[in-house]
């Protein structure tokens, strides 16, 4: 068996057709000057986008035809990822269909359907998953408590502000659980808003201390375990996915400068010296969309087998060091143009260094891919 | 016409049944991995022998004419030979300027007489063909070509040198690219292609050591070499476009090509399997984290080559960048071959510093030799810079 494995990529009509619709309409609705407009805003986006984004069904594009959505699956979101990516619009979608990808393979479907519908609808729901800084831990110490009551604070969650949902991971008697909490079950000042690297994406710490759930509102057992062993996978995915969009678009906002501006009697694009590099950016590119595509080929609706689980880390690894090159090469490549807040490269640079600490940096999941492909250590 | 696939699995198991039973017993020295390793006759002999087999039992050649030597059969039944071959990693069929890039030449533009009289030979390995491109101070520069080839009656007189020639030492017939125009405007408008005989007086194949210290090229020198004037392909001026041409089935862009394995490819595995009982700090090597990080970016380059070729196939995902895949195929499969190869050396400890030749050395020091051989491929056939160049300028749109 070659450690190459599973090279296994189809696209399917549907997707293509996602891919076309996606890329027009986030051309249409997020130019620059729209995404800029959002840098500074309490919420990052703009709702008339998104609930257009929901009229096209795409908040349940990945949901089962049971609960409201389209039965198309997570291959299906991959291409609108990409799409939004490329055009750098913030929306609420990766954070909510992550919800609702936990809640379905946590042993949501059925019990939960009427949840799973109303984010299908859209009502943004977001994960509440980091204690820390730490992709890698192994438990929270956000607990439930008897009665129901939750204790903890959670951090780095994505769009809480906006959030009518919070799926959260708790300790129940050493165990895992999930809760889900509704906004008006938290206290007031309970969301603290992060500053972060990236203006045109919001997260939070939220404290859910005094929350009580009820039953109704709790997952337990095995399949939260391995819905939570596959949302850190789909994490990567989705990101993954919108970093090759916005890695595309921040190797054509590069190559246009090199085409248009000249020093020394030259146009820049034609030295070598900026010449290969954006070579190698576009082989990046190139790598990072068969990434994604062959992991959105594996990952089906059911728990992601080893062939999916690589492909996901693949293609996180290799996305996301994409867009750090293609940022920091744009950067410099802009020359002192490049060094303000005006030139769009400081958008990627910032997008790349923020994609890259989401659900684990490319060498977190190079080690876990070590493991998988080269064996255990000792 | 549709063929099953029970029609396609009995044909795959046929050709699989052959390979087994007739591929060739370790024959004692080094077989190249290529065909720019062909150093010495024994391993010419060995060769050749070898193709004309797979030739004569039908698994080379099957897409072209039968007229021609061919099967006259559709190219997915190489496709499978070709696999299966690769599969029971039998040796090379190794005529791969005549197979893979002079035979669909002709096949494509040549004349009747043309085809008639080269492309069973090719087959056969009966005629080993070369390749007078490059010369000495135009290497990756093809167009600025200066061997002269001035018309003398029914003859052409060819005065030059060229370099790089595969086989040169070997080779009956080359695929000569030459000046008869110096004066034309365009330098590209002066240059016209021949298919041109080795052996006539004139013509002298000198080999040229490599850094591994072994043969498999040369240099070729023309004095006042006679050629007949019918070995002119095409007409006089038209030798840049055809021998454009020519590079497109070298580098795999367009088909054509006779099949059979070209080249043994060297995966990531073998280089894992074979040096995973190394140690380092007194564990397995393939326990150190450093080592570990390093592999697994080599393997994802190497499943992100394979999935690009899967994912050129699908329309809708290669609308961004067209050509970028097949453009810069040779620049990152080869680049990877070479940072491959090297860092199957420095997995080795001190063992690393050994060379062919030495008892000690691992699997016979082929790591060593195979990085150095790996040169040939990211220089040849157009450098990586200049490979970085085209897609530059033929992708990205970025200026000369």
Sequence with gaps: ?378 | MSISDQELNEFRAQVSAWMRDNKPADPGFLLPQTFMEVGDERQLDFLREWQHKVWSAGYLGMAWPKAYGGGGQQAVFQAIADREMRRHAVPICFNVIGLGWAGPLILDIGSEEEKARYLKGILSAEDIWCQGFSEPDHGSDLGSAQTRAVRDGDEYVINGQKIWTTMGNFAKYMILLARTNPAAQRKYDGLSFFLAPMNVPGIEARPIRKITGEYGFTETFFTDARIPAGCLMGEEGQGWKIAMQTLQYERGAEAGAAGGLMMVRVTIDDMIEQLRDVSRDGAPVLHDPVMRDTLVKMIMEEKAVALGERRAHISALTSDYPGSLPLSGKLRSTEMSRRMRQFAINLQGAAGGLYVGDDAARQGGFWQRAYFNSFSATIGGGTSQVQANIVAEHVLGLPK
């Design chain 1, 1 to 378: 068996m070659s450690v190459i494995g599973n090279t296994a990529l189809g696209f399917s009509e549907e997707q293509a057709m996602l891919l076309d619709v996606a890329r027009e309409f986030c051309r249409d609705r997020s130019p620059m000057a729209a995404v800029r407009a959002q840098l500074e805003t309490e919420h990052g986006f703009d709702r008339e986008i998104w609930e257009e984004m929901v009229a096209l069904g795409w908040a349940g594009i990945a949901l089962p035809e049971s609960c409201g959505g389209s039965g198309l699956g997570v291959a299906a979101l991959v291409p609108v990822a990409e799409a939004m990516g490329r055009a750098m619009l913030g929306t609420p979608l990766i954070s909510s269909s992550l919800a609702a990808q936990l809640l379905l393979r946590a042993g949501g479907a059925g019990p939960m359907d009427d949840i799973l519908a109303a984010i299908a609808g859209g009502a943004i729901a977001t994960v509440a998953l980091l204690d820390g800084a730490d992709w890698g831990a192994t438990h929270t110490g956000c607990t439930l408590g008897p009665g129901g009551e939750l204790q903890g604070v959670k951090h780095y969650v994505p769009d809480a502000a906006v959030a009518g949902l919070f799926v959260v991971l708790v300790e129940d008697g050493g165990a895992p659980a999930l809760a889900l909490v509704r906004a008006e079950q938290l206290a007031p000042g309970a969301i603290a808003a992060n500053t972060l690297i990236d203006q045109t994406k919001r997260s939070a710490s939220v404290d859910f201390s005094g929350v009580r759930v009820s039953e109704e509102q709790l997952l337990r057992g095995a399949a939260v375990v391995s819905g939570v062993h596959d949302l850190h996978l789909l994490g990567a995915l989705l990101i993954a996915a919108e970093a090759t969009g916005s890695a595309a678009s921040c190797l054509d906002t590069t190559v246009e400068y090199l085409k248009t501006r000249k020093q020394f009697g030259r146009l820049i694009g034609s030295y070598q010296a900026l010449k290969h590099p954006a070579v190698d950016i576009l082989c990046a590119v190139d790598s990072s969309r068969s990434f994604i595509y062959h992991a959105a080929t594996l990952a089906g609706d059911g728990p992601l087998d080893r062939d999916a689980e690589i492909a996901c880390r693949m293609a996180k690894a290799q996305a996301t060091e994409t867009l750090l090159f293609a940022g920091d090469r744009a950067v410099q490549f802009h020359g002192g143009m490049g060094f303000t807040y005006e030139c769009d490269a400081q958008l990627y640079i910032r997008r790349a260094q923020w994609s890259q600490q989401q659900w684990g940096d490319a060498q977190h999941h190079r080690k876990r891919l070590a493991a998988m492909l080269l064996g255990p250590v000792g």
